[in-house]
Nanobody, 115 residues
């Protein structure tokens, strides 16, 4: 059974930075797309950033220019560098890996941005 483990969340002041990482317990074959999602209290989960097997990236409009997604395919890890954080970025951030016939989710890591 594959497990995704996120790390790097925490409390930061507005304007600060955090780097989230997501590591897989086992190598995942046939990865199609990896990404980060977030869910704020009372809101639906939303896609923040994704990167596909061809290394093409996509970002939510709200984070463009501030967040960067990257991967280390050899280690099946995906990172999210978050700069210029805003209070509205406060949410639980989830890592997601979609592979052939499988859809894996991490347990989530809390990011809190204080004003």
């Amino acid at each position: 059974q594959v497990q995704l483990v996120e790390s790097g969340g925490g409390l930061v002041q507005a304007g600060g930075s955090l780097r989230l990482s997501c590591a897989s317990s086992r190598k995942i074959f046939g990865i199609i797309i990896m990404g980060w999602y977030r869910q704020a209290p009372g809101k639906q989960r939303e896609a923040v950033a994704t990167i596909n097997s061809g290394a093409s990236t996509a970002y939510a409009d709200s984070v463009k220019g501030r967040f960067t997604i990257s991967t280390d395919n050899a280690k099946n890890t995906v990172h999210l560098q978050m700069n210029s954080l805003k209070p509205e970025d406060t949410a639980v951030y989830y890592c997601n890996v979609k592979a052939y016939m499988y859809d894996y989710w991490g347990q989530g890591t809390q990011v809190t941005v204080s004003s």
